[in-house]
């Protein structure tokens, strides 16, 4: 089992930054990609960004593309999302996810990732 466990989430002001954490756990050696995803209230949830957890791939939302940048440290099994340029409409409760299957290319459907952690709110005030 793998356990993901999301922090950093707060109140920033609109174009402010903000860098989240996801702490990798457990049997990570069996993580493949692990991915960000957020929801805002009455809507679904959605892919923002993932990366390989062994290789230097990574994917982004257009939403977030050239503004968010995931990153991974492997000495602290740390999964980062730094977020630039932060709007209103980037207010949401984030998930970091790990998937344990290997497929070709980062997933952005939510399904194919089997643990979430429990989530850390972002608010942007404008």
């Known amino acids: 089992q793998v356990r993901v466990v999301e922090s950093g989430g707060r109140l920033v002001q609109a174009g402010d930054s903000l860098r989240l954490s996801c702490a990798v756990s457990g049997r990570t050696f069996t993580a493949q990609t692990i991915g960000w995803f957020r929801q805002a209230p009455g809507k679904e949830r959605e892919f923002v960004a993932g990366?390989?957890?062994?290789?230097?791939?990574?994917k982004y939302a257009d939403t977030v593309k050239d503004r968010f940048t995931i990153s991974r440290d492997n000495a602290e099994n740390t999964v980062y999302l730094q977020m630039n340029s932060l709007k209103s409409e980037d207010t949401a409760v984030y998930y970091c996810?790990?998937?344990?299957?290997?497929?070709?290319?980062?997933?952005?459907?939510?399904?194919?990732?089997?643990?979430w952690g429990q989530g850390t709110q972002v608010t942007v005030s404008s």
């Open positions: 996810a790990a998937s344990i299957v290997a497929y070709p290319g980062i997933v952005v459907v939510p399904e194919r990732y089997t643990y």
């Open positions: 990366m390989s957890y062994k290789g230097p791939n990574t």
